[in-house]
Structure formats: structure tokens, C-alpha cells
């Protein structure tokens, strides 16, 4: 199982990102994706997630409700996380995850199976 996020980059406050999250080796339908992301010194934090199947049931961190979106491709088996006006403090290491279990807690790193690298975003003021 791979999870290959990407999209990552350096911008300005106010900017977009969209990062991509490409799986491979489960059946991607059926995983829940969820996005974290690690500021430098401080604990890994959930941001968002996307349900399994259509993605019909989403979930957001406050710090980025209104900002940033998720959503997925099941054809391409792929997860997005569109970002918009983005501040220095989003500034992280963004990974995504995947899991196969309906759980209400989303938010909890322990319920996801599957992790994929770090992509860098950096926001400047």
C-alpha cells in the first residue's frame, strides 16, 4: 500500500494549494482519507477528512473551516485538499491517511490503517 502526497510549496499569505493524495495497492473506495498536517516543534494535527465511497460526509479542523476543502476522485484514486486563503500558521508538513473503519472520531490519528509521506507547505507573510 502506497499513499503519495504532493502539491506541496511555498507561498504567500493569502495564496492556494491544492495538495493530491495518489493510493495504490488498497481498494480506494473504500477508504475514509484523512489530512494531518506537523508544524516544526509542535504535535501532528488532524485538519480534514473525506468519506468513504461518494465522500458525502466531510470533516474540518475550525482552524481551516471556510478555507480548505477535501474531496476525492475514486476513479484516479485520488484525495485532494483544496487550500485557499492560506496563513502563515498553516505552515506544515500536510500528510494524508487512509482508513478502512466508520468511526465518528476521524479526527484521531489512531483510527487511520494507512500513512503517506509529508508534503511541505510554506506560507509567508
Known amino acids: 500500500v502506497q499513499l503519495q502526497a504532493s502539491g506541496g510549496g511555498s507561498v504567500q499569505t493569502g495564496g492556494s494549494l491544492r495538495l493530491s493524495c495518489a493510493v495504490s495497492?488498497?481498494?480506494?473506495?473504500?477508504?475514509?482519507v484523512g489530512w494531518f498536517r506537523q508544524a516544526p516543534g509542535k504535535e501532528r494535527e488532524f485538519v480534514a477528512f473525506i468519506s468513504r465511497y461518494n465522500g458525502d460526509s466531510t470533516l474540518y479542523a475550525d482552524s481551516v473551516k471556510g478555507r480548505f476543502t477535501a474531496s476525492r476522485d475514486n476513479a484516479r484514486a485520488t484525495a485532494f485538499l483544496q487550500m485557499g486563503a492560506l496563513e502563515p500558521d498553516d505552515t506544515a508538513a500536510y500528510y494524508c491517511?487512509?482508513?478502512?473503519?466508520?468511526?465518528?472520531?476521524?479526527?484521531?490519528?489512531?483510527?487511520?490503517?494507512?500513512w503517506g509521506q509529508g508534503t511541505q507547505v510554506t506560507v509567508s507573510s
Open positions: 491517511a487512509a482508513t478502512y473503519k466508520v468511526v465518528p472520531d476521524q479526527f484521531a490519528e489512531r483510527i487511520y490503517d494507512y
Open positions: 495497492g488498497l481498494t480506494f473506495i473504500r477508504f475514509g
